[in-house]
Every structure is written in structure tokens, then in C-alpha cells.
């Protein structure tokens, strides 16, 4: 089965689906590779009359974090021109995190924020992207700080059926945290844009040995179009963000030979000072647990988000959060 399906999916896409029993039963996973690659084959017939609008949008994935939440929010609505509206789905684990978030919302309810409880996370994710207007959109996770300013329409200048613009990336990221390691940057075209702002144009695959340079389908500031995101999203099974990212790369070899897009400097970063869930081992520095950072936030203090502006990626990653009185 998996070499007919190959063999069709290689001549419309030049690319080779690789066995995963891990992710799905068998059946769902060839099942959902299949009408996945005929939706993305639809999308790329008609790629020549698609008229992308000028609309952005954005998801972001919280979990018993506040006050990390709050550092994402304040720096992306500080240094974020023309910041694109967000919706959070924000998971607590009492009623006392519950009501930290409320108090969240309740500082941000004059910006372009949606917050929502989670309750089903897989439908109301699929419930976003189906009812999303916006032709672009990005998800962002609650550790994740903006370092410096940045413009989200640039976006708009590329194609996301052939191009993916990162906010993550930039020359600093020559160190990859996941894999504690150096890693070597890919080949660049440097163009110039509207304005005479300077971007990075690279292949994911090009240098397959750098993980954050080979790594087109995250969920950390990656602009993808919508009408993918949901045919991949429709087709693969999740219920958390890390499942979700996860599932995501049984359609990487259709986004991999496409070109990414960053800034010279990394835009954004994530901070893995703690873990909150369970599926993965993920990395971290252990420089805080979740819950003293609740009780920071219980003090009505928040973090120092001036501290991290114009740092290098690999600063970022390792800095120790300082707080300040609200």
C-alpha cells in the first residue's frame, strides 16, 4: 500500500513518504496522507489564480503559564508593528491558575486578544483555522519572547505556497538548544525588500545537519497559508501542541523543498526555562519550575522584558528571568 501511494505522491510532488506506525494506526495515517496530498495537489493546480489577502492571524498555546504568557504578550504588542490579532487557548490545572489568566485577560482586553479555555483542543484548534479569514497564519507558544522590533506585514511581500517567513531565525541561531550543539547556518540570497529591509532566503533542505535551519513545520513563528494548514491539520490526529507539532511532520516532505524566509537577526525566541507537559522530553534549563513562576505572579510581579530586547538567540535562550512590580 505505502508503495502505490508512494509512487503517485512522487510523480505530482517529487517527494517520498517515509512508514511512521508511531503516529496514527496504519490505516489512519495512510488514510490521512492521502486526502491531505490530493487537498495540497488542489491547492497547487490552482496556485496561478490564488490572490492571497492582506490578513494575518495568530494562535497562540498556553498551559499553566501566565506569567510567561504575559512576557510573550507584552513584548509582541511592544515591538510588533501592525501585530496581527491573536487567539490563545490557554489550559489551567486549578482554579487558582484559572483565575491568573482571567486577571491576563483581563490587562490585555484593550488589544486584538481572544482568550479561550480549553475544553477540546483538537476541534477548537480545527474550529480557528475553518473559520479564520485571514489567508496567512502563525502559531506561537507561551515561552516564546520578542527581542526586537519587527514589522508582521513584511510577511506580505512572500508567497507562503513557496515560501515560509520565521520569526525565530536569523545569522545568530548558529546554536541549536534542542540538540545542545552548534550548527552550521545554510547557504543565503540576501534580497532587499519594501522599505530596503534586508531578509534571508534559504532551503529547509539544503543543510539537513542544522536542525532549526531544516525545520519548515513549527509551531514557534512560522507563516503558513491557511488552506494547508488546515488540509494537514484535518488529517493527522493531535491534542496538545506538542502532538500537534509532532504529527505536523508526516507532511514534511512537502514543505522542506520550499525556501524559508528571516530577518538577518533573530525576531523571536523561546525561553525553555520549564517543562509543563508530558508527551516529550523536551529540553530545558531548569532555571524556574511552573509553579515558581505562579507564585511570582501571585506577587504581582512580572518579568523583565526589557532585559531580553536586542539580545542574540543564544543569550535569550540561557537568560535567567529578573521581575518587576507590576
Known sequence: MLRFINSIIKKIFKVEIKRSGSLLSEKQYYEGIIKAAAEFYRIKTASGNIRFN????????SKDRPLQLHALLHSYFKLVANAAPLE??????????AGFYKELAAEFATYPVR????????????SWLELQEADRLFFLTDDAVFLEEMDINDALSFDPLNEIF?????KDLTYCFSHDRQQQLPFFETITGKEGKTYLKWK???????????????????????????????????KNPNTLEANMQVFL??????????????KMINVPCNI????FANRNTGLFTAEELIEVWAKKQRIAINEFYKLSAKEALHKKYTFINR
Open 54 to 61: 492582506d490578513k494575518i492571524a495568530g494562535m497562540v498555546f
Open 166 to 170: 520565521a520569526f525565530r531565525l536569523g
Open 88 to 97: 490563545i487557548i490557554y489550559k489551567a490545572s486549578n482554579e487558582k491558575i
Open 253 to 266: 516532505d512537502f514543505f522542506i523543498c520550499r525556501k524559508g524566509v528571516c530577518y538577518e537577526k533573530v
Open 204 to 238: 529547509w533542505n539544503d543543510n539537513m545537519q542544522s536542525p532549526d535551519w531544516s525545520y519548515p513545520l513549527s509551531v514557534d513563528g512560522h507563516i503558513f497559508y491557511r488552506a494547508e494548514l488546515l488540509a494537514a491539520l484535518k488529517n493527522i490526529n493531535f
Open 276 to 279: 509543563v507537559q508530558s508527551d
Open 115 to 126: 482568550f479561550i479555555a480549553e475544553v477540546d483542543f483538537y476541534k477548537q484548534v480545527l
